[in-house]
């Protein structure tokens, strides 16, 4: 009976940390049901990028009050995992505070723990304010509503939760330290929770033991907890906005890849030699499906960056297409080719491992034509996201889709691209004409 | 006006230093034909050796990309690359930021790699080398803001040369609230030129052209030609185009210099 506490802990972390792992497969998976790209080159770079953009932040502190806010979380996110590691280890040993015997250095780490899990708490509540009581714009669009908004708050509810276990687990330890209750050794320096163990005067010292217990689980319970709910919510940023500032895009944002399916057929149209007669190799592959109508039709990063999208919504608050209020919102192009790429993963794992045909994709069942030709190409949204996110390559994938494999393009549209091919302008002028300008006068 | 194309100078065995690549705007539409011909005055009487292609010019394929097209984009980029090629070229210049972010960036990969610059950028090196001096102080004082085109801006970094040039005419720059990396777009990108905007409750034109008029200028400058008719649009729209300018950076560069 004596280890017991530490088998229940040893099972609670084997399921909290398996039935991640699980997940993370899930997500691998469904990540590569999308088209291969090469992101093999300038790995310096990337790794520059990486650390410049997640890890330092850079591209959050352009909005400076949500920026600051985001860092605090941030970092006491990072820092307060220190503690957590302590407690896994007094969990699987039965120990307590195992980490006490480094003394003073200890003492600035439980410290620094407290002030951070103080400001985190402060941070969170003016997150939640800013959802719920200022309503900003950008949190309160059509595609935040039901889940997406419920969603952003858990978060934040667990977050204090969490935060207040941690404080209300150390200010019950110091408040038994000062009793000089067995295994309380005297360890850390208590600057928040000081304040909270006055509330435990009065007790006995079992009582607070209880506390202090009943504490410690739910506060380690409520991690691995958090950890499982990552996969479901929108908070996967926390640990995919590695990977995917470091796959994101290091062309000029102007630059859009080259179709390559394209270039061969117009290579060989303008090729004078090649035989217009030919029909093709008999073992030849069938030729790409031009653009995208589905999440398998586009590359595994832009999966990557459907993921990693927390709905932040800074994209669509920056999208002039958006801001005079036509249907386009790039969060909610990111948004839905995440609910579409679930959709086909769950389907994959009813069907043993098969995609089967489900009559849906992405394009008209969750993206509209009205959004994609909203969209004026202007990168804004591009720009504006902290984590590399490309909403609108994803836009432009779905348009050659209509256009190339639809001739869906709107009738005006229709009517420029004649001319170009025509008369070689986007209007109806002949290519003859196209020096008058230098014969009229100024 | 001196306009040399590349077929009468290859006919003469010259090789300029640089093709201006005039772009469909430039050359069709008449608001921006006069940014065309500023831009001429400019390279002539700063003595620059260039050629225009001419009839042999055709639409770089970017409105084609950008609604989807890239069939006919490759026709049209790998056609120009031909005549380009064709003619030797090292170095192109263009007033058109849609026709300059092509070229630079996505013929390169279709077998057409030249040095790509912006008139923008060019004028800037002119200015810089003496060949444009700005005296006369046409624009002394006067307020400037400046529009930055999204596919000069954000799409290819470029934000200071047109800055530059604007702050050479002892102008006062005034900066709109979304500038440089964090600018807002016009709204005739991405072929959206062509067509009518998706259903919404006001124009892209107009939002933008309503930050400008927040920050009183007396001239707004822009550096495209798209860009150059959808603000002249908006202030057109909101009436008051007696006292609100619109203008390309050449423009305003030709009339300092009395050209």
Known sequence: MEYLPNIIFAILLIFGIGFFAKNVKKLRRNILLGKETDVSDNTSKRWGNMAKIALGQTKMVVRPVSGLMHVIVYVGFIIINIEVLEIIIDGLLGTHRIFAPLGSVYDFLIASFEILAF????????????????????????EMKGWPKSDANWILYIEVILMGLFLTMNAADYQLQQLGAADYIQAGSFPVSQFITPL?????????????????????????????????????????????????????????SNLESVTNEVKLMMDPSADPFAAPAED???????????????????????????????????????????KLSPRKIMMDTRDRLEEVGRNIDQNRGKFVEDGKQLLDDYISREELWACTSCNACVEACPVSIDPLSIIMDMRQYLVMEQSAAPAELNAMMGNIENNGAPWPFNQMDRLNWAKESS | ???????????????????????????FDDRAKKITKAFVKLLNNAG???????????CSGDPAKRAGNEFLFQMQAMT???IMNGYGIKKVVTACPHCFNTIKNEYPGLGGTYEVVHHTQFLKELVDEGKISLEGGTYKGKRITYHDPCYLGRANNVYEAPREL??????????????????????????QMFKEAEKGDKEVNIERTEQ????????????????NTMMTDGVKNKEKEASVAVMDIAELLARAQDL
């Not at chain 1, 607070?208 to 990552?230: D, P, S």
């Open chain 1, 119 to 142: 400001l985190v708490i402060v941070a969170v509540v003016v997150f939640w304010l800013r959802r719920n009581v200022l309503k900003l714009a950008r949190f309160i669009k059509p």
């Open chain 1, 200 to 256: 435990f005067d009065g007790m006995t010292a079992s009582s607070v033991i209880l506390i202090e217990r009943t504490a410690w689980w739910l506060h380690i319970g409520g991690i691995f907890f958090f950890l499982n709910y990552l996969y479901y919510s929108k908070h996967l940023h926390i640990l995919l906005a590695f990977p995917n500032t470091y796959y994101g895009n290091l062309k000029p944002k102007g630059e859009f």
């Open chain 1, 284 to 326: 030849a592959a069938p030729p790409d499906k031009f653009g995208a109508s589905d999440v398998q039709d586009l590359k595994w990063v832009q999966l990557l960056n459907a993921y990693t999208c927390t709905e932040c919504g800074r994209c669509t608050s920056e999208c002039p297409a958006n801001q005079t209020g036509k």
């Open chain 2, 1 to 27: 006006m001196n306009v040399p194309t590349m077929a009468s100078l290859f006919a003469e065995g010259k090789q300029p230093e640089v093709l201006f690549w005039v772009g469909c705007a430039g050359s």
């Open chain 2, 48 to 58: 620059v050796s260039f050629a225009v292609l001419g009839t042999e010019e055709s």
């Open chain 2, 80 to 82: 120009n690359i031909e």
């Open chain 2, 166 to 191: 604007i702050k050479k005419l002892d102008a006062e720059l005034v900066e709109m609230k979304n500038c440089k990396s964090r600018g807002l777009c016009c709204g005739a990108g991405g072929a």
């Open chain 2, 212 to 227: 400008a008029l927040e920050i009183k200028p007396e001239i707004i400058a822009a550096a495209c030609p798209f860009c």
